[in-house]
T-cell receptor
Framework: EPEVTQTPSHQVTQMGQEVILRCVPI?????FYWYRQILGQKVEFLVS????????KSEIFDDQFSVERPDGSNFTLKIRSTKLEDSAMYFC???????????FGPGTRLTVT | GESVGLHLPTLSVQEGDNSIINCAYS??????FIWYKQESGKGPQFIID?????DKRQGQRVTVLLNKTVKHLSLQIAATQPGDSAVYFC?????????????FGKGTLLTVNP
């Protein structure tokens, strides 16, 4: 069964450093999403992406964040200058069409020290 | 009650019992509601959904009930099994929005005791 994959599974970085989280969505999916989950809290929407552009973003997704689909398979989330409060689990999701049936990857745990 | 450290509501049941997990949603304009299951170390996994024009929907061993009057959603799991142990999130969507942005609830930790 096709699945969303994410790398790395755990990333430790120092405050102020740039990080890139990588995702490979399901191959025939066209809509891509990033969510994050701070430990013990609810999953929060960050951004959605379609047709090579951001279609919606939350207040959390400020100028420090960016997304890119550099090739036909990868979807990345970049945080330019990480802060302690960016420590969270980051989930990538994808869907075949504009639908709530989104398939989530296993997540990348980001720890900012 | 709350689980210290995780700050999540918790529900502990015996294997074979039925479980009921509750969720209050916030947006009266939401027209789809979804339950997700999140096992330790994994991403959320779709379980069942319900449209706002329905009160009840049944799946395999799961039933979702929607009460729009009080903005309440519940997930019933029949004959709960140890493999059902996970955090369960409800999510809502307003399909009239620009994209299908899922808004998640806080989650409930279900522990099934053998």
């Amino acid at each position: 069964e096709p699945e969303v994959t994410q790398t790395p599974s755990h990333q430790v970085t120092q405050m102020g450093q740039e990080v890139i989280l990588r995702c490979v969505p399901i191959s025939n999916h066209l809509y891509f999403y990033w969510y994050r989950q701070i430990l013990g809290q609810k999953v929060e929407f960050l951004v959605s992406f379609y047709n090579n552009e951001i279609s919606e973003k939350s207040e959390i997704f400020d100028d420090q964040f960016s997304v890119e689909r550099p090739d036909g398979s990868n979807f990345t989330l970049k945080i330019r200058s990480t802060k302690l409060e960016d420590s969270a689990m980051y989930f990538c999701a994808s869907s075949e069409r504009r639908t709530y049936e989104q398939y989530f990857g296993p997540g990348t745990r980001l720890t900012v020290t | 009650g709350e689980s210290v450290g995780l700050h999540l509501p918790t529900l502990s049941v015996q294997e074979g019992d039925n479980s009921i997990i509750n969720c209050a949603y916030s947006n009266s304009a939401s027209d789809y509601f979804i339950w997700y299951k999140q096992e330790s170390g994994k991403g959320p996994q779709f379980i069942i959904d319900i449209r706002s024009n329905m009160d009840k929907r049944q799946g395999q061993r799961v039933t979702v009930l929607l009460n729009k009057t009080v903005k309440h959603l519940s997930l019933q799991i029949a004959a709960t099994q140890p493999g059902d142990s996970a955090v369960y999130f409800c999510a809502e969507i307003n399909s009239g929005g620009s994209n299908y942005k899922l808004t998640f609830g806080k989650g409930t930790l279900l522990t099934v005791n053998p």
